[in-house]
């Protein structure tokens, strides 16, 4: 087999981080719930509705993708050709949700009420990262249409000798 190619390692990598992303992120989810119950039974305030129960669904289909993502960084090496299909699902899928989540993250009109510099900050940070994840996914969908990349997975077909 030939030498990988940097954009397939470059893939397998921003996969991998990806998985640990999503996960993280459903544990900050939960972290967040599980403090939000905790101060109101500890400040006696009015207790409201737990999202424990509705994360779950959430949590599952967060680990489902994680397991997509890294059963196919593992495969992507090997160069399987349902490997490639499964990066063009993924690309589609995260320009699809980047762009979804830039679409509905703004800037919070407070009225008069101005908001501090910090939040204005995080706000453009995470519209920054919303449109990474929707540029990655329309690379991924470019570099893994290529010929050239769509040849690297192509099956190797053993040679043909002449019958004596």
Known sequence: MSK???GITLTRILLLVEGLLLLASVLLLWLGSISALASRVILRLPL???YGPSLLPVTVLVLLGCCWLWITA???LKR???ARVSMLA???CSLAFGT???GGTSLPSLGFVSISHHL?????LL???YTGIALLGLVWLVYFSLPATRALFAPSIAPEYPAR
């Open 4 to 6: 990988t190619p940097f």
């Open 48 to 50: 409201p509705e737990f």
């Open 74 to 76: 593992a495969f992507i």
């Open 80 to 82: 399987k050709s349902w």
């Open 90 to 92: 993924i690309g589609l």
């Open 100 to 102: 979804w989540l830039v």
């Open 120 to 124: 204005r900050l995080l706000y453009l």
């Open 127 to 129: 519209i920054a990262l």
